[in-house]
């Protein structure tokens, strides 16, 4: 993140910063491919923009992760989980640590300190 912040011209704390989601984002890719070298990293888009940020599949499994400043589901996110009913969900957020079940699949909320 260091040289994105180079290029960029910009080193201010991610709370000042109007590019936060981008570099939330960057930061959980790369924390998923550092951490799950088999896993295959996708990402979901409808035709009418709702999006997921990132699909991974690890062993057959379709895990969601969502990055989100506030732990709130996407409209993509529940579009997702009530067609493909996916077992696990996981949103990347700035503050909440909880768990929550919908049907049969559990959201887990983590903060991006947890990573």
Do not use: C, H
Not at 3 to 26: A, H, L, M, T, W
Not at 27 to 48: G, H, M, P, Q
Not at 52 to 64: A, G, K, Q, T
Not at 67 to 89: C, D, N, Q
Request: net charge neutral; no cysteine.
């Amino acid at each position: 993140m260091g040289f994105r912040n180079f290029i960029v011209g910009d080193f201010r704390g991610i709370e000042y910063r109007s590019d936060k989601g981008v570099v939330y984002e960057n930061f959980v890719l790369n924390e998923l491919k550092a951490s799950l070298d088999d896993a295959e990293i996708k990402y979901w888009r409808t035709k009418d923009k709702k999006e997921v940020d990132f699909i991974v599949e690890i062993s057959r499994e379709i895990v969601l992760v969502e990055v989100k400043a506030k732990p709130e589901l996407s409209r993509g996110v529940l579009e997702f989980m009530e067609k493909y009913k996916p077992k696990r969900v996981l949103v990347v957020n700035e503050e909440s640590f909880e768990v929550e079940k919908r049907g049969k699949t559990v959201i887990l909320y983590v903060p991006f300190v947890y990573l």
